[in-house]
């Protein structure tokens, strides 16, 4: 698809774009203000597909479960370019792969563009206000800014990655992530928050030549939810940093 607009809505996946079993191709393509009753507000492919967007927008989409703007299925390839996912939303998430703007059950490549504003609300355990990724991400010169995970219901869950969610290996590089806000309090009184800007917890991973500032990951104070990183969770792998800025950020719970 070259030079178009896509809109929709539907009860299953992909709002707007539903792909099986093949390769998409989008280029100068906007996608807008479309809605999924399960998993990629905008775009979903599952199956032995894979996405390839360049200059392209995917803005204002929702879905209930996963990947409010994009969602690509288990072991799917994404690689985006000069694209903007931003100001989409999931609004009930019940899965570890959440995806406020972008959910990839595979690997994700991206190269410039921006994951902004958008927000990620789960009924349980979830991750990735802006981006969450199952298996491995390179992403290179991405603005990855305001993005919001938070609780669609009270419930004691933990949420990670409140611009960010890797649970392979995370290659961030020439990269701002700014702004980012995890919120993991509910009224029963529990829940963790853990990288309220980038969480790297599955294997080891790289961040060089970036700016992690002015990121928040607030958790319950009493309730025995340990909180941790406010820039940036590893759990127990390593990260390695060069030519990197974390300044600003916060954490706060117990």
Request: proline content about 0%; aromatic content about 6%.
């Amino acid at each position: 698809l070259t030079n178009g607009d896509a809109a929709g809505s539907s009860s299953g996946s992909g709002g707007a774009l539903f792909a099986n079993a093949v390769d998409l191709t989008l280029s100068n393509v906007s996608i807008t203000d479309s809605y999924s009753a399960s998993r990629g507000g905008g775009v979903y492919f599952g199956a032995a597909a894979s996405l390839t967007a360049s200059d392209s927008t995917i803005t204002g989409n929702t879905a209930v479960l996963a990947g409010g703007g994009v969602y690509g299925g288990f072991d799917t390839y994404m690689t985006l370019t000069d694209t903007s996912v931003d100001n989409n939303t999931v609004t009930d998430s019940n899965a570890q792969l959440s995806g406020g703007g972008i959910g990839a059950g595979g690997y994700l490549t991206m190269s410039g563009g921006s994951v902004s504003g958008n927000k990620a609300y789960g009924s349980g355990f979830s991750s990735g206000g802006g981006i969450a990724v199952r298996r491995n991400a390179e992403i290179t010169g991405v603005t990855i800014e305001n993005n919001i995970l938070g609780k669609s219901t009270s419930n004691g869950s933990n949420l990670i990655g409140g611009g960010v969610f890797v649970d392979g290996t995370l290659t961030l590089s020439d990269s701002t992530v700014s702004g980012n806000t995890i919120d993991a309090t509910s009224l029963d009184g529990s829940g963790g928050a853990y990288g309220g800007g980038v969480s790297a917890s599955g294997t080891d991973s790289t961040i060089v030549r970036s700016t992690i500032s002015g990121n928040s990951a607030t958790g319950e104070d009493d309730s025995g939810s340990q909180s941790y990183g406010g820039g940036v969770w590893a759990g127990n792998n390593t990260i390695t940093l060069a030519s990197t800025t974390i300044t600003g950020n916060t954490v706060r719970g117990y």
